[in-house]
């Protein structure tokens, strides 16, 4: 017998794919398939469409490069928390919380977290919570460029597994006792009131800061102008006269100096230059040029902010992430000029410095280097 060509081998697999292509088109196009999410899937569907998802989530948490954070942070993980509450556990359910009868009835129905969590490693988890899940209703992070907001709650679903009912009340409340059916109690989870801190020194203290500038960086994150996937989430929805009252809410209340123990004072002192001299050489301006009791309303104090806070701040301004508006543009091209150990310099400074120094500060700035 002559052995098939070629050519008789590409015609043959071709007249099959074309063939099931035809049989895939009529089965959609007949309307047969039920797409009714009130009825589970074929198993074999489902176990088909599962062991895709798991292959999908390994290979490409593996392509994706991200740098990893220490997880066990407790700001990391008290972040994660307050974003878990208004954006996942809607869907997902909350240790002694049940999930919303809506999501109840999805398919696939989101799985309960603290068994589900053990099954995917911290990469596959982050991949998960940027990217969400096509198909199954999983959403994806709302801002794609922060890694360092997903990191947060990847740090938060690690601690799921042994969380009581009442650990994740306390992570998700804070400690600010505010009655729940006033707006501001949607914000004293995180950023604290009047007698209460931030939970996180990764969340920025507010207190004492002027209505005019928190109102513009309430703006910014409801106009996409600062991206941010946790302050996005609520400040979107927000109408513009309860942005106001918010603002001066905490315009209203008092700065508080900061509690963390000093860090070491050579590195304190190192930031002091740069914040009242500047840095000539490299065209860097002092900071309290623009960041004192004298400086425009709609410019932040940061005396007392904590460090990890501003830290992290600046290098969002280095990547070009709050360039967007004109007063952004400003502190980013300064931004840029900065390393990374004179980012933490001045940023243990600012944390030392009392907030009652920006209103005694009336000393004209020295060298100023524009
Ligand atoms: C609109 C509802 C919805 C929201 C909001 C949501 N999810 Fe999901 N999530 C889903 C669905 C649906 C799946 C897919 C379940 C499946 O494939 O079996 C899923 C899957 C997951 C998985 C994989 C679980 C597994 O083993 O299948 C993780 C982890 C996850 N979500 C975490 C989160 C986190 C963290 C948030 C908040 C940032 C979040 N989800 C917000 C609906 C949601
Ligand atoms: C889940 C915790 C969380 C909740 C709840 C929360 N915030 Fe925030 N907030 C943050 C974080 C984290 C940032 C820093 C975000 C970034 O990187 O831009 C922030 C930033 C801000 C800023 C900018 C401050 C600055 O110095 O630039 C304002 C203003 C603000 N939040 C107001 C609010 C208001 C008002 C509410 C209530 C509606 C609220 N936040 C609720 C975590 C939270
Ligand atoms: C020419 C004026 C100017 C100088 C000098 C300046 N900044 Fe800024 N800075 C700003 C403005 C304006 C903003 C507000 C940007 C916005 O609204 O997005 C800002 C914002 C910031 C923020 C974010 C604060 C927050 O609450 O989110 C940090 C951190 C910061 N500056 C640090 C510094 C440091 C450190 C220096 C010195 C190396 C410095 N700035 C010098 C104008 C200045």
Redesign the pocket.
């Known amino acids: 017998m002559r052995r098939p060509s070629l050519r008789m081998v590409a015609i043959i697999v071709g007249a099959t794919f074309a063939v099931l292509g035809a049989g895939a088109f009529l089965v959609a196009a007949s309307g047969i398939y039920n797409v009714a999410a009130s009825r589970p899937h074929f198993e074999i569907t489902r176990v088909l469409l599962q062991f895709g998802l798991e292959r999908s989530v390994a290979t490409h948490s593996w392509l994706e490069s991200s740098s990893k954070p220490a997880l066990d942070d407790p700001d990391l993980i008290r972040?994660g928390?307050?974003?878990f509450?208004?954006g996942c556990a809607f869907c997902h359910g909350a240790p002694g919380e049940p999930r919303n009868l809506a999501a109840e009835h999805m398919q696939p129905t989101p799985p309960a977290l603290s068994l589900a969590v053990t099954e995917w490693s911290n990469e596959e988890l982050f991949w998960i919570v940027k990217h969400g899940l096509k198909y199954t209703g999983m959403p994806g992070w709302p801002s794609i460029e922060?890694d360092?907001?997903v990191w947060a709650v990847v740090a938060f679903l690690r601690q799921l597994p042994n969380m009581s009912p009442a650990q994740y009340r306390e992570l998700a409340n804070g400690s600010a006792h505010t009655s729940d059916d006033e707006?501001?109690a949607?914000?004293?989870?995180?950023?604290g009131g009047e007698n209460a801190a931030?939970?996180?020194r990764?969340?920025?203290?507010?207190a004492g800061?002027s209505a005019a500038?928190?109102?513009h960086?309430?703006e910014d994150?409801a106009r996409d102008r600062?991206?941010?996937g946790?302050?996005q989430l609520?400040?979107v929805p927000?109408a513009a006269k309860?942005?106001q009252a918010?603002?001066a809410?905490?315009a209203n209340l008092k700065p508080q100096a900061s509690q963390q123990k000093a860090a070491d004072a050579a590195r304190i002192e190192r930031g002091r230059r740069i914040a009242t001299e500047g840095i000539r050489e490299e065209t860097i301006p002092p900071c309290l040029a623009c960041h004192s009791g004298r400086a425009a309303e709609t410019f932040?104090r940061l005396s007392g902010?904590h460090a990890p806070?501003l830290a992290?701040?600046l290098r969002?301004f280095k990547e070009g992430l709050?360039a967007e508006t004109p007063q952004g543009a400003i502190m980013t091209a300064i931004a840029t000029r900065l390393d990374e150990a004179q980012i933490s310099d001045v940023a243990a400074y600012f944390e030392s410095r009392d907030p009652a120094e920006d209103a005694r500060d009336t000393t004209p700035v020295q060298g100023a280097a524009q």
């Open positions: 972040l928390a307050g974003h509450v208004r922060r360092d907001e707006p501001i949607e914000c004293t989870r995180c950023h931030p939970t996180s990764l969340v920025p203290k507010l800061q500038y928190l109102l960086a309430l994150y600062r991206p941010s946790i302050m609520l400040a927000l309860d942005r918010l603002a809410y905490y932040p902010q806070y992290q701040q969002l709050r």
